[in-house]
């Protein structure tokens, strides 16, 4: 493995010298760069050229600032419950069926989920970033207060991996948020989750769809996916009372129990223990009720929105119907 220095050095090369430094000098900067240093032996004089190459981007704060969860529901879902998004999906299902077929009998995760994360997060590796990630994560890491120690650890990690596999830390492209490749993962997943499906000793969640594949099925494994188990259902309510079940929180803590004391009506085929979450999603006229499951919770460890999830489910699900419609 070539020395952390010498791997730098070498990227730092390869940039041109017209580029602007962008992040100034701060107590900050400095206290990074030491942790850098004596935590994972990097050369300050590397990373300080380094960081006179990284650019703050005004548009990224500025995305931040509205993200699409803001949204009502009814208008997130027009974003990703498209007819083009959907036979997307069926095409990636069908190019990629031996793969998903493997991974779903290593992991449990069904075709369908992993489709759809991969079709909402890039529409199928088409919408994959521009922004180079190092300059999204050194943005909001210094100057995006609110959620900065989150960034500057996603930074840190950022920099591991691209030392790791060999990649120049100024050249790989995400999400305004530092997301990366086909299944968006942010560094800390990647370190965590990435899969290697053909055993090259590569995690290449950029240009292999095969390792995109197998490493969203790995991050839901690893989150606890409960294989062959449901997802969600929609309920219905008489009167007010659901209005108390609405609760802060994601995670299944309630019972069919609790919702029949909000005049509630579930489906009666769930057991008494079954854990679930009431949610509610708003239409343009009225509300509409529905209760997550613990595979519901999963799909927000992967993004924390039950709008993202529901997102995610109501696609799989359309994706899933069409499929099957298409099969001899």
């Known amino acids: 493995m070539m020395k952390i220095e010498f791997w730098l050095i070498l990227c730092l090369s390869i940039v041109t010298a017209t580029a602007q430094a962008e992040v100034p000098p701060s107590k900050q900067l400095n206290a990074f760069i030491d942790k850098m240093v004596k935590l994972h032996q990097f050369e300050r004089p590397a990373l300080e050229s380094l960081f006179k190459r990284v650019n703050i981007k005004q548009n990224i704060l500025d995305t931040m600032a509205k993200p699409a969860e803001a949204m009502p529901w009814y208008k997130y879902r027009k974003i990703f419950l498209q007819p ?33 994360i991969i079709g909402v997060e890039t529409l199928y590796g088409k919408r994959t970033g521009n922004y180079r990630v190092i300059d999204a994560l050194a943005t ?62 590569k995690h290449d969640i950029w240009n292999n769809p095969a390792d995109v594949i197998v490493s969203i099925a790995n991050y839901f494994a690893r989150h606890h996916w409960q294989k062959g188990q449901a997802v969600a259902y929609p309920v219905a309510a008489e009167g ?13 803590e309630q019972t069919l129990a609790d919702l029949r004391r909000l005049d509630i009506y579930a489906p009666e085929h769930l057991n008494e223990k079954t854990a679930l979450k009431l949610l509610r999603f ?27 999830a529901m997102a995610v489910y109501q696609l799989s699900q359309a994706i ?3 499929y099957q419609a298409l099969k001899p």
């Open 84 to 116: 083009s998004r959907i036979e997307g999906g069926v095409k990636f299902w069908q190019t990629h069926a031996a793969v998903l077929q493997a991974s779903e009998q290593q992991y449990g995760v069904p075709p369908e989920i992993i489709t759809a």
């Open 140 to 201: 909001l890491g210094f100057a995006y207060p609110k959620r900065s120690r989150f960034f500057l650890h996603e930074l840190e990690n950022f920099l591991l991996l691209t030392q790791k596999e060999q990649l120049d830390p100024l050249q790989p492209k995400g999400s305004y948020a530092g997301a990366m490749g086909m299944p968006q993962f942010m560094p800390s997943s990647y370190l965590s989750y990435a899969a290697d499906f053909e055993h090259d000793g």
């Open 240 to 252: 007010d009372l659901w209005k108390q079940g609405i609760t802060p929180g994601l995670k299944p």
């Open 282 to 308: 708003e239409q343009a006229e009225g509300q509409s009720l529905w209760i997550g499951l613990d595979n519901f919770y999963v799909i927000t460890r992967y993004n924390h929105s039950p709008l993202y």
């Open 320 to 322: 899933k119907t069409r």
